[in-house]
């Protein structure tokens, strides 16, 4: 009977004593996967979009990822309407409406980014 406590006891005294286990190696940072460079040119296509609007600049990664869809549409040849509409949507918030022609300012601007 006094046994199985004795080895118990002897147990509990290694596994106290055995110490600390070793750190697990720190996790290499990923880029978070919304993250945008913006370089020189984003910044000169920051600077003329927050002329139109200042809003339109508060989220800057946000607005360099709209500029260069904007970009991509005009390239891939969408029809105009349907780039002004979607520039409309991306640029409309709680400070401002995009009207016609700032949709048309809008995408302007983004062709600095193609």
């Not at 509990?12 to 945008?36: D, I, Y």
């Not at 600049?57 to 390239?75: E, I, K, P, S, Y």
Request: proline share 10%; charged share 15%; hydrophobic share 50%.
């Amino acid at each position: 009977m006094r046994k199985p406590l004795l080895v118990a006891g002897l147990l509990v005294l290694l596994t106290a004593c055995a110490g600390p286990e070793p750190a697990a190696p720190a996790p290499t940072p990923r880029p978070h996967p919304h993250s945008v460079a913006i370089g020189p040119r984003e910044r000169t296509y920051l600077a003329a979009l927050g002329s139109i609007h200042p809003s339109f600049v508060t989220n800057q990664a946000r607005a360099v990822v709209n500029g260069h869809d904007l970009c991509a549409a005009v390239a891939q040849g969408k029809d105009h309407a349907a780039v002004l509409a979607t520039a409309t949507w991306d640029f409309t918030g709680a400070a401002v409406a995009v009207d016609p022609a700032m949709a048309e300012q809008i995408v302007a601007t983004a062709e600095m980014l193609c």
